[in-house]
């Protein structure tokens, strides 16, 4: 539940407030906010993928055998 929840924060940080994070970020690592932008789909795309693997499959197949 807890990779959801922060997966949930990160999409609507980025995408809400973008120009807060991306002068976060910038101020944070040094990085042009242009390269952060083009970074953050393929961060969050990643994420999401990890989060269906490791939480929300297993969690339908315990459920689909009756745990």
């Known amino acids: 539940i807890l990779n959801i929840i922060l997966l949930g924060w990160a999409t609507l940080m980025i995408t809400l407030f973008r120009d807060f994070t991306l002068a976060l ?36 197949a315990l459920k689909i055998m009756g745990y």
């Open 25 to 60: 970020q910038s101020g944070l690592t040094g990085l042009p906010r242009e390269e952060l932008a083009k970074l953050y789909m393929p961060f969050v795309s990643n994420w999401k993928l990890l989060a269906w693997v490791f939480s929300i499959i297993p969690y339908l």
